[in-house]
């Protein structure tokens, strides 16, 4: 019954779209303020009918109801109720629900925080929005229900994949899918601007909160993805440019990118092409990324779902959307071409430098990604393109604009002259190169000249961020949201790459036998393996060994790796054992029973790791600080946002 | 039939029990170095997402004994990589050899940070000439 | 003016090579010994260990090498299929025994029946390293001048058989005989 109730509310969220996008942009169009009110009713209650499906969904995995057909493929009653909830996105269906959950809380959002945007503004994005809700149900009921019964039901289910019952399932996908849904809404904004032929600095001012608000949210899903994996699969490893983590990191960048053509276009009215083709690629990646991993077109352990008929529905999505703003942008774009300059340096020079360097990545990773399908395509066999392509395609770009960061951030607009600054960046230049090149010297040994170029940069980062903050609580000036949010997320930034550069470059690993008893050394860490013993789970069994990490004779810590089994999918897994500290984690992975106690272990030792993810979390902590500055609270007083004030003054 | 195949690889890729071998495999630390560097660049081929290093495969296995064997007796680096190649093709290879059909992944890199660099001097050479604002939009100023 | 059109036109470009690429098989991969000489190979016999097959014993014929193993569902599989090719006598058929436990694929053959002139124990791997072999079940079709000129990756069909392999066969058989 609750199925099929979720089935019914499924079909009238998707028959609610269809109102909120006539009335939404023919309202626009045609200047109806009940027409475009109307749109916002429709909204309110596709999500309501949203919301309705997807906890049915969610009840059917609660009581274990296995003449579903997704919760028999996905769920056991042996399964703790925790990751029963999340299991409902753990597979391709329900990962479809979870977007259009998502998606009609986003537009929900738009709803209730446009106050002070103009009426047909508004009602042309939540008309936009309403189409692509509309495209992801009709897929979704087409060809991926969730409700589907099964006839005869299961006795029980086939178990949420091991891989996938922890607490990182809970947070990761929810974060990662509010951040690719999210960017709908600046591609929204931007449609519909270019419907209503009108981009101004004001529209800036608008849509800025809102991608930073999607960015902020990519950046946590996809720090909480690479930690994850990180330990849950107890590898050391913490990117593997794997196709669907490049799906997740081009709309990453090219968000980054677009917040910062914004402040450009907001400040000054310029870049609005820029801003114009970031925001539509922003969506567009993201919706490439759900086509990457559900159409079987890419390998990747990621990947959905393997079915053409599928890949071929979204990318026939992707073409109407996409390529419907891109034609608007053919027609609309010269529009908008500003008549005003800049000195060569400039806050806006480093801008379009920074668009250029972070549009430059964000391709060269998409040729990464799809090459092998483009030789294989075009019949010219199949290669494989990886971490060493990568790696080396994504610093080309990023270094210099690593070392532009600094400089950048104390930039004036239109003319840059770094009178106050000069000489502090300079200082702080050489005191970042200073102990760029001693301190992981002296503390891990030389390693390369890259190292330490890369630190420098970092380092570089780190102090400069800081000037701005300092002085103005010095002065006693006051630090309005969106400049401390720049500079924390800026930071953020030079976290990271002490991180990545640290772990990259000084990480020791090694694969070894102990029996209890026995002993092995890892960077001046000495890894005792105590003793083993067996462990039951609620729906596992696991051989658990204990080994204690000395260094100097003093004990330092004590890790329970584990090698479990579970009982219905009857994978063994591996849980590491994981010493956290701020400067270095220490990680042991049991691999197989060698007889007589002895068991092949890994262990390594990574420096600094702690920095990566604390370095993007900072910089997403920074995102969510500057979209509370109170300038986006404030009513404009320029632009009227009643429809009769409208009417007289947009052209 | 696919699916079954599909099914029965991923059953024994989707379990992360990492390759890991009961000792390092040399021990002066150059060659390990070596065996470690050569081992993250070979794709496993039938945990497709992973490199021979990380993939508990029993090919994975084995081709890290092959790596093993072909260092020990004395080949180079590039030796080795070809070994690989000439068996399973480019595939196995995570850094694409350099041929006329991946000249434009390897050239891309430079390519682009050198044309994109160019047209931003472009650009920034004729704004330079533009007045300060454009009055039809003076943009919200501020910091 | 023009120069508004690129993004759209690349997009296009974009899609196209998606579609092109939707359907296609990932999971074979392309062999890059077609056309190269068979890999020489000397390894025990499962029948008896203690004597030894070698690839010369084939020279001068056409004959088609299968991988398989006791472990492998698709190997039990396909095995009625290749006792029907062996019954129709066209190429001898040798077995290559790969990564398995030599008591369990004696014990195969003698209950599900022999389809392979020979079958040799490859126990760690290695020939099946040099002929390039990542899945089981493999073929192999050598022609009679050792060069390897078809390789089909999954359990072997009746269909599968006439529309790839007995071509080939007529194509090399007839050169040489």
Same mark, same amino acid.
């Given at each position: 019954?609750?199925?099929?109730?979720?089935?019914?509310?499924?079909?009238?969220?998707?028959?609610?779209?269809?109102?909120?996008?006539? $009335?939404?942009?023919?309202?626009?169009?045609?200047?109806?303020?009940?027409?475009?009110?109307?749109?916002?009713?429709?909204?309110?209650?596709?999500?309501?009918?949203?919301?309705?499906?997807?906890?049915?969904?969610?009840?059917?995995?609660?009581?274990?109801?296995?003449?579903?057909?997704?919760?028999?493929?996905?769920?056991?009653?042996?399964?703790?109720?925790?990751?029963?909830?999340?299991?409902?996105?753990?597979?391709?269906?329900?990962?479809?629900?979870?977007?259009?959950?998502?998606?009609?809380?986003?537009?929900?959002?738009?709803?209730? $925080?446009?106050?002070?945007?103009?009426?047909?503004?508004?009602?042309?994005?939540?008309?936009?929005?309403?189409?692509?809700?509309?495209?992801?149900?009709? *897929?979704?009921?087409?060809?991926?229900?969730?409700?589907?019964?099964?006839?005869?039901?299961?006795?029980?289910?086939?178990?949420?994949? +091991?891989?996938?019952?922890?607490?990182? !399932?809970?947070?990761?996908?929810?974060?990662?899918?509010?951040?690719?849904?999210?960017?709908?809404?600046?591609?929204?904004?931007?449609?519909?601007?270019?419907?209503?032929?009108?981009?101004?600095?004001?529209?800036?001012?608008?849509?800025?909160?809102?991608?930073?608000?999607?960015?902020?949210?990519?950046?946590?899903?996809?720090?909480?993805?690479?930690?994850?994996?990180?330990?849950?699969?107890?590898?050391?490893?913490?990117?593997?440019?794997?196709?669907?983590?490049?799906?997740?990191?081009?709309?990453?960048?090219?968000?980054?990118?677009?917040?910062?053509?914004?402040?450009?276009?907001?400040?000054?009215?310029?870049?609005?092409?820029?801003?114009?083709?970031?925001? /539509?690629?922003? *969506?567009?990646?993201?919706?490439?990324?759900?086509?990457?991993?559900?159409?079987?077109?890419?390998?990747?352990?990621?990947?959905?779902?393997?079915?053409?008929?599928?890949?071929? $529905?979204?990318?026939?999505?992707?073409?109407?959307?996409?390529?419907?703003?891109?034609?608007?942008?053919?027609?609309?774009?010269?529009? $908008?071409?500003?008549?005003?300059?800049?000195?060569?340096?400039?806050?806006?020079?480093?801008?379009?430098?920074?668009?250029?360097?972070?549009?430059?990545?964000?391709?060269?990773?998409?040729?990464?990604?799809?090459?092998?399908?483009?030789?294989?395509?075009?019949?010219?066999?199949?290669?494989?393109?990886?971490?060493?392509?990568?790696?080396?395609?994504?610093?080309?770009?990023?270094?210099?604009?690593?070392?532009?960061?600094?400089?950048?951030?104390?930039?004036?607009?239109?003319?840059?002259?770094?009178?106050?600054?000069?000489?502090?960046?300079?200082?702080?230049?050489?005191?970042?190169? !200073?102990?760029?090149?001693?301190? +992981?010297?002296?503390?891990?040994?030389?390693?390369?000249?890259?190292?330490?170029?890369?630190?420098?940069?970092?380092?570089? /980062?780190?102090?400069?961020?800081?000037?701005?903050?300092?002085?103005?609580?010095?002065?006693?000036?006051?630090?309005?949201?969106?400049?401390?949010?720049?500079?924390?997320?800026?930071?953020?930034?030079?976290?990271?790459?002490?991180?990545?550069?640290?772990?990259?470059?000084?990480?020791?690993?090694?694969?070894?036998?102990?029996?209890?008893?026995?002993?092995?050394?890892?960077?001046?860490?000495?890894?005792?393996?105590?003793?083993?013993?067996?462990?039951?789970?609620?729906?596992?069994?696991?051989?658990?060994?204990?080994?204690? /990490?000395?260094?100097?004779?003093?004990?330092?810590?004590?890790?329970?790796?584990?090698?479990?089994?579970?009982?219905?999918?009857?994978?063994?897994?591996?849980?590491?054992?994981?010493?956290?500290?701020?400067?270095?984690?220490?990680?042991?992975?049991?691999?197989? +029973?060698?007889?007589?106690?002895?068991?092949?272990?890994?262990?390594?030792?990574?420096?600094?790791?702690?920095?990566?993810?604390?370095?993007?979390?900072?910089?997403?902590?920074?995102?969510?600080?500057?979209?509370?500055?109170?300038?986006?609270?404030?009513?404009?007083?320029?632009?009227?946002?009643?429809?009769?004030?409208?009417?007289?003054?947009?052209? | 039939?696919?699916?079954?195949?599909?099914?029965?690889?991923?059953?024994?890729?989707?379990?992360?029990?990492?390759?890991?071998?009961?000792?390092?495999?040399?021990?002066?630390?150059?060659?390990?170095?070596?065996?470690?560097?050569?081992?993250?660049?070979?794709?496993?081929?039938?945990?497709?997402?992973?490199?021979?290093?990380?993939?508990?495969?029993?090919?994975?296995?084995?081709?890290?004994?092959?790596?093993?064997?072909?260092?020990?007796?004395?080949?180079?680096?590039?030796?080795?990589?070809?070994?690989?190649?000439?068996?399973?093709?480019?595939?196995?290879?995570?850094?694409?050899?350099?041929?006329?059909?991946?000249?434009?992944?390897?050239?891309?890199?430079?390519?682009?940070?050198?044309?994109?660099?160019?047209?931003?001097?472009?650009?920034?050479?004729?704004?330079?000439?533009?007045?300060?604002?454009?009055?039809?939009?003076?943009?919200?100023?501020?910091? | 003016?023009?120069?508004?059109?690129?993004?759209?036109?690349?997009?296009?470009?974009?899609?196209?090579?998606?579609?092109?690429?939707?359907?296609?098989?990932?999971?074979?991969?392309?062999?890059?010994?077609?056309?190269?000489?068979?890999?020489?190979?000397?390894?025990?016999?499962?029948?008896?260990?203690?004597?030894?097959?070698?690839?010369?014993?084939?020279?001068?014929?056409?004959?088609?090498?299968?991988?398989?193993?006791?472990?492998?569902?698709?190997?039990?599989?396909?095995?009625?299929?290749?006792?029907?090719?062996?019954?129709?006598?066209?190429?001898?058929?040798?077995?290559?025994?790969?990564?398995?436990?030599?008591?369990?694929?004696?014990?195969?053959?003698?209950?599900?029946?022999?389809?392979?002139?020979?079958?040799?124990?490859?126990?760690?791997?290695?020939?099946?390293?040099?002929?390039?072999?990542?899945?089981?079940?493999?073929?192999?079709?050598?022609?009679?001048?050792?060069?390897?000129?078809?390789?089909?990756?999954?359990?072997?069909?009746?269909?599968?058989?006439?529309?790839?392999?007995?071509?080939?066969?007529?194509?090399?058989?007839?050169?040489?005989?």
């Amino acid at each position: 019954m609750s199925a099929e109730l979720g089935h019914f509310a499924l079909i009238l969220a998707f028959c609610l779209t269809l109102p909120q996008a006539f $009335f939404g942009l023919a309202g626009a169009a045609w200047r109806r303020p009940q027409w475009m009110a109307l749109s916002r009713r429709a909204a309110a209650g596709h999500f309501v009918f949203m919301a309705v499906a997807f906890a049915c969904l969610s009840y059917v995995f609660y009581v274990n109801d296995f003449s579903v057909l997704y919760v028999a493929h996905n769920s056991n009653s042996e399964l703790p109720t925790f990751y029963r909830f999340a299991a409902v996105w753990g597979a391709h269906e329900g990962s479809l629900m979870l977007w259009l959950l998502l998606q009609s809380l986003w537009t929900l959002a738009v709803v209730a $925080f446009s106050r002070s945007l103009p009426v047909t503004l508004t009602a042309r994005v939540l008309g936009v929005l309403a189409l692509l809700s509309a495209g992801f149900a009709l *897929f979704t009921l087409m060809t991926s229900n969730p409700f589907e019964r099964l006839w005869p039901a299961a006795m029980e289910g086939r178990d949420l994949n +091991p891989l996938l019952q922890d607490p990182g !399932l809970v947070v990761h996908p929810p974060m990662q899918y509010t951040g690719y849904v999210g960017m709908s809404v600046p591609f929204a904004f931007a449609v519909a601007a270019m419907l209503e032929g009108k981009l101004d600095s004001l529209w800036a001012r608008w849509v800025r909160p809102w991608a930073t608000a999607a960015w902020v949210f990519l950046t946590i899903g996809i720090t909480l993805g690479s930690w994850w994996a990180y330990y849950e699969l107890g590898w050391g490893g913490w990117w593997f440019w794997d196709p669907v983590e490049n799906a997740s990191f081009m709309p990453w960048l090219i968000g980054a990118a677009l917040i910062h053509s914004l402040a450009a276009t907001e400040k000054r009215g310029l870049f609005k092409s820029w801003t114009l083709l970031l925001a /539509i690629s922003g *969506f567009s990646l993201s919706v490439l990324g759900t086509f990457l991993v559900r159409s079987g077109i890419i390998e990747s352990v990621h990947a959905f779902a393997n079915d053409p008929e599928r890949g071929m $529905f979204i990318l026939i999505f992707l073409g109407c959307c996409s390529g419907a703003a891109l034609a608007l942008y053919a027609w609309r774009a010269p529009l $908008f071409r500003s008549s005003a300059g800049f000195a060569p340096v400039s806050r806006e020079s480093f801008l379009l430098l920074n668009n250029v360097l972070l549009v430059a990545a964000t391709l060269l990773i998409l040729l990464g990604t799809l090459y092998p399908m483009f030789l294989d395509a075009l019949n010219l066999g199949r290669i494989s393109v990886g971490p060493p392509y990568f790696t080396l395609a994504f610093m080309i770009p990023m270094l210099p604009l690593a070392f532009l960061l600094a400089p950048g951030m104390h930039a004036s607009w239109k003319r840059a002259s770094f009178e106050r600054h000069k000489k502090l960046l300079a200082i702080l230049l050489a005191l970042a190169a !200073l102990l760029a090149l001693l301190v +992981p010297t002296l503390v891990y040994g030389w390693r390369s000249v890259l190292t330490v170029v890369g630190l420098t940069a970092a380092l570089w /980062i780190v102090l400069s961020s800081l000037i701005e903050p300092i002085e103005r609580l010095r002065k006693g000036h006051s630090l309005s949201a969106g400049v401390l949010g720049m500079c924390v997320a800026h930071l953020g930034v030079g976290l990271f790459i002490v991180g990545a550069v640290t772990v990259e470059s000084w990480s020791q690993e090694k694969d070894i036998s102990l029996s209890p008893g026995e002993s092995a050394e890892v960077a001046g860490f000495r890894f005792d393996m105590v003793g083993l013993r067996n462990v039951s789970g609620p729906n596992y069994e696991a051989v658990e060994s204990e080994i204690a /990490i000395s260094r100097d004779g003093e004990q330092v810590a004590v890790v329970r790796p584990q090698k479990r089994t579970y009982r219905v999918q009857t994978m063994p897994m591996t849980e590491a054992g994981i010493d956290n500290d701020w400067n270095r984690h220490l990680l042991v992975s049991m691999g197989e +029973p060698l007889g007589d106690g002895a068991w092949s272990l890994r262990l390594q030792y990574k420096p600094m790791v702690r920095f990566i993810w604390l370095g993007a979390f900072v910089m997403a902590f920074g995102g969510v600080i500057a979209i509370f500055d109170r300038r986006y609270r404030q009513r404009v007083r320029s632009e009227a946002t009643s429809p009769a004030a409208a009417d007289a003054s947009t052209a | 039939m696919r699916l079954l195949l599909a099914a029965l690889f991923l059953a024994v890729c989707m379990h992360d029990a990492h390759a890991i071998d009961a000792a390092p495999a040399f021990d002066d630390p150059a060659l390990q170095a070596r065996y470690e560097r050569l081992t993250h660049e070979l794709r496993c081929l039938q945990c497709r997402s992973e490199t021979i290093a990380d993939s508990n495969a029993s090919l994975a296995a084995d081709l890290r004994r092959q790596t093993r064997e072909l260092i020990a007796a004395g080949k180079s680096d590039a030796e080795i990589l070809q070994f690989m190649q000439d068996r399973y093709g480019d595939y196995v290879l995570y850094s694409p050899p350099l041929a006329p059909r991946t000249w434009l992944l390897w050239a891309a890199p430079i390519a682009l940070l050198a044309g994109g660099m160019a047209a931003a001097v472009v650009v920034i050479a004729r704004k330079s000439r533009l007045p300060d604002t454009d009055p039809n939009d003076p943009g919200l100023g501020g910091s | 003016m023009w120069r508004y059109l690129i993004p759209i036109g690349l997009f296009g470009a974009l899609l196209a090579f998606f579609y092109l690429g939707l359907g296609r098989d990932q999971q074979t991969l392309p062999s890059p010994l077609i056309g190269k000489p068979a890999p020489a190979f000397e390894l025990p016999r499962v029948d008896d260990p203690s004597r030894t097959v070698s690839s010369q014993e084939f020279a001068g014929r056409p004959y088609l090498l299968n991988v398989w193993g006791t472990w492998c569902p698709g190997c039990r599989q396909e095995h009625d299929v290749l006792l029907d090719i062996a019954r129709r006598t066209v190429v001898p058929i040798i077995g290559l025994d790969w990564k398995d436990d030599l008591e369990l694929a004696q014990r195969w053959l003698r209950e599900l029946g022999d389809p392979y002139a020979v079958t040799a124990f490859d126990s760690e791997g290695r020939v099946a390293i040099d002929w390039g072999v990542y899945g089981a079940p493999e073929t192999f079709l050598v022609d009679a001048a050792g060069r390897i000129v078809h390789k089909h990756v999954g359990p072997l069909t009746i269909d599968i058989w006439e529309e790839e392999f007995m071509p080939k066969i007529a194509a090399t058989g007839s050169a040489n005989e």
